[in-house]
């Protein structure tokens, strides 16, 4: 089956996750951007909120192209309500005619007290359950105009007044999809969502052996296979011209797995491969401020496991050889310095496109 190939528009770079800042946005920048991913033929492209939000890029994006497909990839749940999030998911869907998909996650518990400023009440698989759920009683709500009467654990919708509600639209069905590693988060997508958005974290062995049979459970739970769901994957990628240009690539790619595999709420996928001394190892730099320390920890063996590492001219029959059994759609989030070449990235959609 081929595959849908999307991309991430503004996503972070190296420096980011060095602890280096970002660049600031503009509406010129975004609406380039999307303007862009559109004209190589992409599928779709996300938003991430990596310090912006998630939601207003794809606004300007929606204006700005006609048929690509736009998604937060992905905006944090709990510091929204779910009024909050259904409704600029609704006026998105609108505004875009049908092109918009609601990419959820959950992060942990300590950025949604302490950098959101947000109240962390349950734990965070019952209460996204019940979060999706209360949204979906609002999408249905603002299309039939029917009178709400969704109460939960977690969240109450029982009022909704003809002043407040938007109305319906043309493409009521909002795709909703949720950022999964581990067996809960996963299940749930299978059993509630469109799709599931992988964590690049999740090596290649780990989502076959314990992310996919999760998402299978879910599924038959609500009579669906796990073809009905669209699993998105966002492998790491290490490519370059030459060996000296490919070991770069692998250096600054190790820079971002180090950022992600020093968060224990990721620590499954270090256990799943006995990687638990690597785990603890970057945890403490992460808390010491130690970034660009980080890498070191990560071989070469171990990138591997996570990675797409291969020149231009190999790359697209990697990925496919690597993981085109285990996608439905993949992302590709593509080094600026490939970017630039964009006959290879054109060429690349497409060749993927037709696996």
Partial sequence: MALRVETVMLGPDTDQYAGKGQQALSVDRI??????????????????????????????AAEHTEQVALGTNVAVAFPRSPMATAQVAWDLQALSGGRFNLGLGTQVKAHNVRR??????????????????????????????????????????????????????????????????????????????????????????????????????GARKSGRR??????????????????????KAR????????????????????????????????????REGRWTEMPSQITDDMLHEWAIVGTRDEFSELLVDRCGDLYDTVLLDLPPRLWRDEDWVRETVRALQRS
């Fill in 31 to 60: 609406a380039s951007a999307a303007r862009r991913v559109e004209s190589l033929g992409f599928d779709g492209t996300t938003a991430p909120e990596a310090g912006h939000d998630p939601f207003l890029p794809l606004a300007i």
């Fill in 116 to 217: 959101y400023a947000a109240p962390w009440t349950a734990a965070p698989g019952p209460r996204l359950r019940d979060y999706i759920s209360c949204m979906k009683a609002m999408f249905e709500a603002f299309q039939s105009g029917s009178r709400p009467n969704f109460e939960s654990e977690h969240y109450q919708f029982t009022l909704m007044s003809p002043f407040f509600n938007p109305g319906p639209i043309e493409h009521p069905h909002v795709p909703i999809y949720i950022a999964a590693v581990n067996p809960y988060m996963a299940k749930l997508s299978g059993e509630l969502c469109d799709g599931l958005r992988l964590h690049p974290i999740s090596t290649f062995a780990h989502t076959r052996a314990e992310v996919l049979p999760q998402v299978e459970a």
């Fill in 226 to 247: 796990l073809a009905d769901i669209d699993i998105v994957g966002a492998p790491f990628l290490a490519i370059g011209d030459d060996e000296e240009d490919l070991e």
């Fill in 251 to 286: 250096q600054a790619l190790k820079q971002h797995i180090a950022f992600y595999a020093s968060t224990p709420t990721y620590h499954s996928v270090l256990e799943f491969h006995d990687w638990m001394d690597v785990a603890e190892a970057l945890h403490k730099l992460s």
